[in-house]
């Protein structure tokens, strides 16, 4: 679970700036 909220952060971080 902890390497799970900092991986889906980043997947969300990336999806966010590559729709951006």
Partial sequence: MVFSLPTSASIVKTLG????
């Avoid at 700036?17 to 951006?20: S, V």
């Fill in 17 to 20: 700036f590559g729709i951006l």
